[in-house]
């Protein structure tokens, strides 16, 4: 093996080692396992960057390192896409790590944490660095766990168990969607390797591609949140802040964008597929941007710009901008790490309370906290030149280029949508009076079970300070790549030329670039008049109240999704559940019956009716089943 | 009509069947050890004696390979096929020799592992069979020394047990031989050999097959004839239930895989075999979806058994050669993850209680972490999920069966699989849930030390066989 | 051989098939375990005749061999199925298998 490929494989299996470590010695290290723990993530980081130049060299940096069966053999890949995800994986990750340890610092489980969190690097390492399905799908189940770990934390709260449980659910069927494309592609072309795939995608027939793709993308749907698969995602941040941060930034959600990039050479072969991701992620766009403005949960509010990001991206790589898209998850890592690591901040220093409602007037108190929030939303909203602005830009030109002028102008209603609410999350936080001491009833919020503030010794400030600061910087240049071409041709390798496309030249890009710019001016007009001016800061308590109660339905309930998911399989499931529920934990009931898609649970019942313990009714249904055989047999005896 | 009497078994005759007889014969010293000495001494010495004689009959058998012989008139062949499942069966009754530490009060030791041995040699004697009356000898010789097992547990429901299977299962032994009759009607032959020809009467045979698969089917506890399973199951004593898990399987699937890959005429074999398919796919559904309501671990485990010998049967789908060995590879894959559970169940168990209700398991993940931990492991297997034998044993199987062109079986697996994780993850759950309900403080069982060896075992092999997915190669040309 | 053919072999075989659904009907509707052994026994001795009938129609002795191994392997199944009911049942007034249903779900 070459020095390459051990420092790659060194890489690749230095978060797992130390999860080991940590799981293993955790009571002994208590807060050292942060230390340990961040390192595991940050040396790699470093150890990427000495890769970086064999990895853009033609055809990357394969390590081979084991044959299983014939067809399945299992190696890494290093190219400019897997090394991009590695950079922010471990770059990116290794910050939020490091805030971690602050967050952190008074819980009794600190050593736990880090364990989940380093093995969840590792899975997320596994997934984007294998060279074959196999390996994708063993990392992308191993994801799906640790972030079931993760969520679920705090298994003392049951709404972080459900939460824990439901993401879990979601992610199965995903899996599940993806281990049957692995395997229909494995029928198709007899190999699990991209390589082998990929080159003989183009010969396969349409159907089959179709449907691999299909199947694909249930498993990106489900782990990237895409409609109707996202709403495990506002629930998941049940679970500590920097897990949100890993998992909505840089890491977990951001698998599906990969994956479809990963597999271009599929989708540039079914139109019909990649119209299909297009649609979806310009809805999840729109969709998640909406949802957004209706939440008073200062993490929800994100976990919805996720959503909607997420769609952007998926549009962009859907459609075949597969550099747009990518450029979207680069900047996005940067920016949205620092808004969850800066709401983190605000979250902790208020002891626990999420509420927007409860805050206002932060601004003067946590300047850090404030400027960093300013930042990330400057960004987020796509405003010049933070580095979201030529990302989100390229995606929406991106579309229009290829003959998606629909999906673009959704991209662009969007932007405006997602300016109002991220200023609307801004103003209402930071600026005016603090409302901390104002009754809930004043705020129009109902009543509710406060969480217990968790009390103990704080990490120096520094801890938590600095990854915020640090994040600032690519936050606002990230974007700024785009210049000279260099991004495109860093991934020329990897994806098709783009098609010329009539309506982009009549269409300029500055052109667009205005026209989404106009949107967002009046998103922050509008935001700022609604909450932000001087009017708005010191009636702040009555109209807050007004909000809460004459809140649209349909966006409080989140467009019903969940409703229909209850109202079709989790009902008939949770008749089920009261009959074990002195049996079992209350809390597992909960996060298995009540909020769990619970397919197949009435029928579960049914099942289990059948088994009344008689034995003349066990030997009728053996009767029976024995005429069924009997009947079949007659039938092919006779046609004989 | 012969006018001397001469004996016309060679030496090469006996030399096949001699691990059977080993095992068959291992009991007689068992009960003899059993009467002779202090009842201190003689659960060890007589589950050490088992032991013993099942490990140099798994070294006869294994000497076997790569000369395959057909004894006794074509009554009972061996050579590769025959000894993986010989093997399978011997490791199954090991296994639940290492679980068997408080089965029945100590003076029925001797006779229960007695019992528990000539079953395995029932089991070894379907391995190889191949006329009917062997099938026969070596189905009826596996379940009569079960049904005394079944009522071995000094309580209500493991009697309960013994008399649902007693009467059930003799109910399918008689449509069995029923169809037996049928097929030596219309073929003239007991020998599975005799009936790939075209038969004198297509309809006599069809039938025939019809309720000579049933027999297997049910033992196999295949939807909807896995009825029995779960009540049998729960009221049979631990070691018992490991070993039906186990060996009773694996002796059924090697009568049906002989029968369905040596013994069909190639004209109809397909049509004929198309009812196994359809009961495979529903216990697929069945079995998962049963063992979601479940709070009895061996309950929930013989749901589970249901679904992934579902599985077993789905890799046979089409009668290809690379399903034989995936349905080969899985069966073993199987024996670990689940034997591995049966451990770990088997560990939490007391004198007079069986440690199986899943308040036994509240809160387990904090009083003992690496059995919890360990437990953990053995679900995700059994729900096939990576980094286990059970994942990769479902992605051979989906690729074999997609490959037979049976690709709603694969989709069938698939939500079989989905399902199935939510039944297991209830276990896990209950594991690591902290809060309501006071967790029992139960300490592990003295005599633990044996379970320990097969949880460590199974899960060794569990993860091990991820990797290397061996399916023995040259089965296929030996089943005839 | 000129064995006199008096009876023609399908009068067996559909005897055989009578008997034996008489013996599965036992099994299911019958409560007493004891009368569904003995309808268990039908369904054996149901197959018996229909395989030394088949032998006649063959002429191929394998299957009256089979008819006494049938036999030998009913007795013991008698032997031990009479021997769990006596269990079961050792303290219960009446004999019926509705009355043992403990296990289910």
Redesign the interface.
């Known amino acids: 093996m070459s020095n390459d490929a051990l420092v790659l494989l060194a890489l690749w299996l230095l978060p797992l080692a130390s999860a080991i470590l940590i799981f293993a010695f955790g009571p002994m290290l208590r807060r050292s396992a942060g230390v340990i723990g961040s390192g595991a993530v940050l040396v790699p980081f470093a150890l990427t960057w000495v890769l970086a130049a064999s990895a853009l060299g033609t055809g990357g940096l394969k390590v081979h390192l084991f044959d299983w069966i014939a067809g399945f053999s299992f190696g890494l890949w290093l190219d400019p896409l897997s090394l991009l995800w590695t950079l922010i994986i471990t770059g990116v990750g290794g910050l939020i790590h490091v805030y971690a340890i602050g967050y952190m610092w008074s819980d009794r489980a600190i050593a736990r944490f880090f364990a989940y969190m380093n093995f969840f690097v590792f899975a997320m390492l596994t997934l984007v660095l294998s060279d074959n399905f196999v390996g994708l799908l063993v990392g992308w189940g191993l994801v799906g766990l640790a972030s079931y770990f993760l969520i679920g934390f705090w298994f003392f709260k049951p709404s972080a168990v459900a939460a824990a449980m439901k993401a879990f659910v979601i992610n199965v069927v995903g899996d599940a969607g993806l281990m049957f494309a692995v395997f229909v592609l494995f029928a198709a072309t007899g190999s699990t390797a991209y390589a082998d795939v990929f080159a003989k995608a183009a010969t396969l027939a349409p159907a089959t591609v179709l449907l691999a793709c299909i199947a694909i993308f249930i498993g990106c749907a489900a782990k990237s949140a895409q409609i109707p698969l996202h709403t495990w995602l506002p629930d998941a941040m049940e679970g500590p802040t920097p897990v949100s941060a890993l998992i909505h930034a840089a890491t977990m959600v951001t698998a599906g964008v990969y994956l479809v990039a990963r597999c271009a050479p599929l989708w540039d072969v079914s139109p019909e597929a990649r119209a299909l991701v297009g649609t979806i992620g310009a809805l999840t766009a729109l969709v998640g941007a909406i949802l957004g403005i209706a939440q008073w949960d200062i993490k929800r509010i994100l976990a919805y710009s996720t959503m909607s990001q997420i769609g952007y991206m998926i549009m962009g790589v859907g459609v075949g901008a597969y550099q747009a898209g990518i450029l979207h998850f680069f900047t996005h890592a940067f920016f949205k790490a620092q808004l969850f690591l800066a709401a983190g901040i605000v979250i902790h220093a208020l002891h626990d309370e999420q509420d927007l409602r409860k805050m206002g007037g932060l601004g003067k108190k946590m300047p850090l906290a404030f400027w960093a929030m300013t930042i990330g939303t400057l960004a987020i909203i796509g405003f010049p030149p933070f580095s979201g602005f030529f990302s989100k830009d390229a995606v929406i030109y991106g579309a229009l280029e290829r003959g998606y002028p629909l999906l673009s102008l959704i991209g662009v209603v969007t932007a405006g949508i997602t300016a109002y609410y991220m200023c609307r999350m801004l103003f209402v936080t930071f600026l005016g009076n603090n409302r901390g001491n104002v009754p809930d009833v004043d705020l129009g919020i109902p009543a509710r079970e406060h969480s217990e503030p968790h009390f103990g010794e704080s990490a120096p400030a520094w801890v938590m300070g600095a990854p915020v600061a640090i994040l600032m910087v690519p936050s606002v240049v990230a974007g700024w790549v785009v210049f000279g071409g260099r991004w495109n041709a860093l991934f020329a390798s990897d994806f098709a030329p783009k098609p010329e496309s009539a309506l982009a030249t009549v269409l300029p890009e500055w052109l667009v670039g205005v026209v989404v710019l106009a949107f967002v001016a009046w998103g922050v007009a509008a935001a700022y008049h609604r909450y932000g001016s001087f009017d708005a800061t010191v009636s702040a308590v009555e109209r807050l109240r007004a909000e809460s109660q004459r809140m649209a339905q349909p966006l409080v309930r989140a467009f019903y999704f969940d409703d229909a998911l209850e109202a079709l399989f989790v009902r008939p499931a949770r008749a089920v559940g009261s009959a074990f529920m002195r049996v079992v934990d209350p809390h597992v009931i909960d996060g298995v019956v009540r909020d769990v898609v619970w397919l197949a649970g009435w029928i579960g019942r049914e099942v289990r009716a059948l088994q009344t313990g008689l034995v003349r009714g066990y030997a009728l249904v053996l009767a029976l089943g024995a005429a069924a055989f009997l009947a079949y047999f007659a039938l092919i005896g006779a046609s004989r | 009509m012969p006018s001397t009497l001469t004996i016309p078994w060679g030496n090469a005759d006996w030399n096949a069947i001699l691990p059977l007889g080993v095992v068959a014969l291992t009991p007689l010293l068992v009960i003899l050890a059993d009467l002779l000495l202090p009842r201190s001494l003689r659960r060890s010495v007589v589950l050490a004696l088992a032991a013993l004689g099942l490990i140099y009959a798994g070294f006869l058998a294994a000497r076997g390979w790569g000369h395959p012989y057909s004894a006794f008139g074509g009554g009972f062949v061996t050579g590769g096929f025959t000894i993986v499942f010989q093997e399978i069966v011997i490791a199954g009754a090991l296994f639940s020799l290492l679980l068997a530490t408080h089965l029945g009060r100590d003076d029925q030791a001797g006779g229960a592992v007695a019992l528990l041995l000539w079953s395995a040699s029932g089991a070894m004697l379907m391995a190889g069979a191949a006329n009917l009356m062997t099938i026969f000898l070596g189905l009826e010789l596996l379940s009569l020394a079960l049904y005394c097992l079944c009522g071995l547990a000094a309580r209500p429901s493991a009697r309960e047990a013994a008399l649902k299977y007693l009467i059930l299962s003799s109910t399918a032994s008689g449509f069995m031989l029923y169809g037996m009759a049928l097929l030596f009607g219309a073929t003239g032959s007991v020998q599975l050999s005799a009936f790939a020809a075209p038969a004198a009467s297509p309809m006599l045979f069809t039938l025939g097959s019809g309720l000579f698969l049933i027999g297997f089917v049910f033992k196999l506890s295949l939807a909807p004839f896995h009825i029995w399973t779960p009540d049998v199951y729960e009221g049979a004593p631990l070691p018992v239930t490991a070993f039906m898990s186990v060996v009773t399987k694996a002796g059924a699937l090697a009568v049906l895989a002989r029968f369905a890959y040596a013994a069909l005429p190639q004209a109809n074999a397909q049509a004929i075999l198309v009812p196994l398919w359809i009961v495979a796919a529903l216990s697929m559904i069945v079995g998962n979806v049963g063992a979601l309501a479940q709070t009895d671990v061996k309950r929930l485990l013989a749901y589970s058994g249901t679904a992934q010998l579902g599985y077993v049967v789905a890799a046979l789908a089409g009668t290809t050669s690379l399903g034989l060995r995936y349905a080969i590879f899985y069966l073993v894959a199987y024996m670990f993850m689940n034997l591995g559970a049966f451990a770990v169940v088997a560990l939490l168990s007391r004198e007079h209680e069986e440690g199986s209700h899943l308040s036994a398991y509240a809160g387990l993940g904090y009083r003992q972490p690496v059995l919890a931990a360990l437990m953990t492991f053995f679900l995700l297997a059994l729900a096939g999920l990576p980094p286990t034998a059970g994942f990769t044993g479902k992605l051979l199987i989906l690729a074999s069966s997609v490959d037979a062109g049976y690709a709603w079986l694969a989709v069938i697996l698939i939500v079989g699989t989905a399902i199935s994780a939510y039944a297991y993850l209830k276990i896990v759950l209950a594991m690591y849930a902290r809060g309501a309900g006071a967790p029992l403080q139960r300490a592990l069982h003295p005599a633990s030390a044996l379970p320990w060896l097969g949880v460590a075992i199974c899960a060794i092999a569990t993860f091990v066989l991820t990797f290397y997915p061996l399916a023995p190669s040259d089965v296929l040309p030996l089943v005839k | 051989m000129n064995a006199p053919m008096d009876v023609d072999v399908s009068y067996y ?1 559909v005897l ?1 098939t009578v008997i ?1 659904f008489i ?2 009907g036992g ?5 007493n ?1 004891l009368i ?2 003995m309808a ?1 026994e039908l ?2 001795n ?3 005749l ?2 030394i ?3 006649r ?2 002429i ?1 002795n ?2 009256q ?2 008819a006494f ?2 036999i030998t ?1 009913a007795a ?2 008698a032997a ?2 009479l ?3 006596v ?2 049942f050792r303290r219960a007034k009446n004999v019926d ?2 009355e ?6």
């Open positions: 075989i055989s034996f013996g599965v099994v299911i509707l019958r409560r375990p569904m052994l268990i369904m054996f149901a197959a018996n229909a395989l009938a088949f032998a129609v063959w191929n394998a299957g061999i089979f191994l049938v392997v013991s199944e031990i199925g021997a769990i009911v269990v079961v298998v509705d043992v249903a403990g296990l289910r779900g």
